[in-house]
């Protein structure tokens, strides 16, 4: 029905509730407001694999030009978004990688490296021992495989760090808070919590403020989102000692996306800038993210003055259509 509307993106996202979710899919909606030849869809998983599933299959029978996925888990995924790449649709994976070769194109932060930029991070202002607890991310997302494969491959060649618990968590806050107080009561004097995002490692801290430890330890988290709870503030306000920056990439999927479906030359690896942000860079980094945020509300308000012109010349013309025709 409209014809500007060339190509249809479809993009599985691993769920919809957490701020890093939401900063991806605006910085893609945006990016594809400003081609308006895509129209993109984006469906919402809930982190449920089975719902993906779903999704997916949903977005191949809308039969999308390119389909974006990024995987609640690794392993359960794989089938079906091979299906969708061998029956011909191009399949961008973000952020969390399937198995195997059967996709286009990959696009994400370097994940063993945010592990390695950690505990270098780590080392670096270790001068005697340290004690260590690891909380990880989901059990059977690549990210947090490679995040601990990176840190611990680094502790374990430094004679100052040592990693005496692992936790296993889910990526939410909630779900690592039981075990760590346990674990913070068996215990004493750990010196660092290294949590695969930041979200974990507020968690951690609030359960060590409970218990009075939360100027002892030390926390290092990963994202380092920009607003009122992201990783940026945490660090400013001195909650967090660090965090890793890891970029969502939602605009340069869609960019991608789009060299795929003109067939222009693109890498099948793509891999975004990571970085440490301390008290030394947060500052700045704050200011980049502010300056970036208020050209999107910019051009938000841009793009809503012009549905508004364009639903003003419906109606009118609409009407005229109506009076010419009594
Ligand atoms: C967001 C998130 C981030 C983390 C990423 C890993 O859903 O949990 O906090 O860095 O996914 O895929």
Redesign the pocket.
Request: proline share 4%; no cysteine.
């Given at each position: 029905e409209n014809q500007i509307k060339k190509y249809k993106i479809g993009f599985s996202q691993?769920?919809h509730k957490?701020d890093?979710?939401k900063a991806?899919n605006q910085s893609m909606e945006i990016q594809a407001a400003f081609n308006p030849e895509i129209e993109l869809t984006i469906l919402e998983g809930n982190?449920d694999i089975n719902n993906q599933i779903k999704d997916i299959e949903q977005l191949i029978k809308d039969k999308v030009d390119v389909l974006i996925v990024?995987p609640v888990k690794s392993k359960p995924i794989t089938p079906i978004v091979e299906k969708a790449f061998k029956s011909g649709i191009p399949v961008l994976i973000v952020?969390?990688k399937i198995e195997g070769n059967n996709y286009t194109a990959y696009l994400g932060g370097d994940?063993y490296q945010v592990g390695l930029d950690a505990a270098n991070y780590l080392a670096s202002i270790s001068e005697s021992k340290k004690k260590i607890i690891e909380i990880k991310?989901?059990f059977g997302?690549?990210?947090?495989l490679e995040r601990s494969l990176g840190f611990n491959n680094i502790v374990k060649k430094n004679k100052n760090l040592e990693v005496i618990k692992t936790i296993e968590g889910n990526?939410?806050s909630f779900s690592i808070k039981d075990s760590l107080r346990v674990v913070l009561e068996a215990h004493k004097n750990i010196d660092f919590i290294f949590s695969?995002?930041?979200?974990m490692a507020l968690g951690a801290w609030e359960v060590a403020k409970e218990m009075g430890l939360q100027n002892s330890i030390k926390f290092v988290g990963?994202?380092g989102l920009p607003g009122k709870k992201g990783g940026i503030k945490l660090v400013q306000e001195g909650l967090f000692l660090a965090t890793i920056l890891?970029p969502t990439g939602g605009d340069e999927a869609i960019k991608l996306a789009l060299k795929i479906l003109k067939d222009e030359n693109f890498e099948k690896n793509n891999i975004l800038n990571t970085t440490v942000i301390d008290s030394r860079n947060a500052d700045i980094m704050k200011n980049q993210f502010d300056k970036i945020y208020q050209q999107q509300q910019d051009i938000e308000h841009q793009q809503l003055k012009i549905l508004k012109q364009e639903k003003t010349y419906t109606t009118q013309s609409l009407t005229l259509k109506l009076l010419l025709a009594l």
């Open positions: 691993t769920g957490d890093w979710r991806m982190d990024s952020d969390r994940n991310g989901l997302s690549s990210p947090a990526w939410e695969h995002n930041d979200r990963v994202d890891y």
